[in-house]
């Protein structure tokens, strides 16, 4: 019985480590993040600056716990946003900007693609609500 007793505590304490590992982090109220260039429809070069735009939330670096911050990830060609409770995967299409940058000139094959910017807390996850800007299309030449 105490055996019993003792694995039930501890398989209770791992499901709400487990739990609290995958809580989101709550969205500031009003907080928005915007794509500031280049416009939508915009004719570009293969290789673009890209200016980020935040509204009533903050930029940290990844990992900084500060509350109300976060940190840019540049969605390019992505049909589906990342799913709620991982982390904003890192790959050719989702582009990770952990040091709160606000720009980034970025290099694309010719051909029309989309961009969008959703924004990741500490440890790369979304937030809940997700924040995330109107989706963009480029014209690479």
Do not use: W, Y
């Amino acid at each position: 019985m105490k055996s019993f007793m003792s694995r039930a505590a501890l398989a209770g304490l791992l499901l709400g480590a487990s739990m609290l590992a995958s809580a989101a982090t709550p969205a500031p109220k009003g907080a928005e993040v915007f794509i500031v260039s280049p416009e939508d429809g915009a004719t570009v070069g293969q290789e673009f600056k890209v200016k980020f735009g935040v509204k009533n939330i903050a930029l940290a670096p990844a990992g900084d716990v500060t509350k109300n911050t976060g940190h840019h990830h540049l969605l390019i060609d992505v049909d589906k946003l990342p799913a709620a409770g991982a982390p904003i995967p890192t790959d050719a299409n989702h582009m990770h900007f952990g040091k709160a940058q606000t720009e980034a000139t970025i290099k694309l094959a010719p051909g029309k693609h989309t961009l969008q910017l959703i924004l990741g807390d500490s440890g790369h996850m979304p937030f809940d609500p997700t924040i995330v800007s109107e989706k963009i299309t480029v014209n690479v030449k």
